[in-house]
């Protein structure tokens, strides 16, 4: 019913930055309509939430450890959400997949999410 492609991802060093891009292809309801998310998923580890934005923007939501060097915004009007990450860190290495939620509040679960995109890879050297 909804399909999510995540793009943007490649190889930086330490320190560096880059922006992945979640494009919604198809669905049947309107992009605001879901709650967006972004989670990663490193080898040998479970996938874990990265960040989270409500409906129509007003709410953010980050784990620490981007907390202060990621920033998730979205364009409506372009079936688009946005992951900018600065200061990557070696740590930062992982699948990152795009989420969407029919949900109303934005949570860190990731069962909570309906939707997921096929993952883009992020790899930061040191």
């Known amino acids: 019913q909804v399909q999510l492609v995540e793009s943007g991802g490649g190889l930086v060093q330490a320190g560096g930055s880059l922006r992945l891009s979640c494009s919604r292809t198809?669905?049947?309801?309107?992009?605001?309509?879901?709650?967006m998310g972004w989670f990663r998923q490193a080898p040998g580890m479970e996938r874990e939430f990265v960040a989270g934005i409500s409906r129509q923007g007003v709410t953010t939501e980050y784990a620490d450890s981007v907390k202060d060097r990621f920033t998730i915004s979205r364009d409506n009007a372009k079936n688009t959400v946005y992951l900018q990450m600065n200061t990557l860190k070696p740590a930062d290495t992982a699948v990152y997949y795009c989420?969407?939620?029919?949900?109303?509040?934005?949570?860190?679960?990731?069962?909570?999410?309906?939707?997921w995109g096929q993952g883009t890879q992020v790899t930061v050297s040191s």
């Open positions: 989420a969407a939620s029919v949900g109303t509040f934005v949570r860190q679960g990731s069962s909570s999410y309906n939707y």
């Open positions: 198809a669905s049947r309801r309107d992009f605001s309509s879901y709650v």
